[in-house]
């Protein structure tokens, strides 16, 4: 298989977000009903990266199993953003309950 990543224009480390905003701009440009086989090609190549565990797995078909699926979530979830807590919900947790 392709890589879907190249077919799709984007790099390795592209968010959710990214990844189907450029399949959808894809989507418009190439309609099933002009150009079947483009629009096949893009369909698989979102269908193999579109979540996050999909991703992992398919990172880890191309590194030949080296590592883990476990250790490939950790490492994505880690570099993605966290919302933080409000200081209101911190302060609550310290306050004592009466």
Do not use: W
């Not at 189907?20 to 894809?26: I, P, Q, T, V």
């Not at 009903?33 to 996050?52: G, H, K, M, T």
């Amino acid at each position: 298989m392709n890589d879907p990543y190249a077919i799709l224009g984007l790099t390795q480390d592209a968010t959710d977000a990214m990844i189907r905003e450029a399949y959808l701009a894809m989507a418009r440009q190439f309609t099933p009903e002009n150009q079947p086989e483009r629009f096949a090609a893009i369909r698989a190549a979102y269908e193999a990266i579109r979540d996050l565990d999909k991703r992992a797995r398919h990172r880890l078909y191309e590194k030949g199993k080296t590592e883990t699926i476990d250790a490939i979530l950790e490492d994505a979830a880690c570099r993605t953003l966290r919302r933080r807590p409000s200081l209101d919900s911190l302060f609550a947790t310290l306050r004592p309950t009466v």
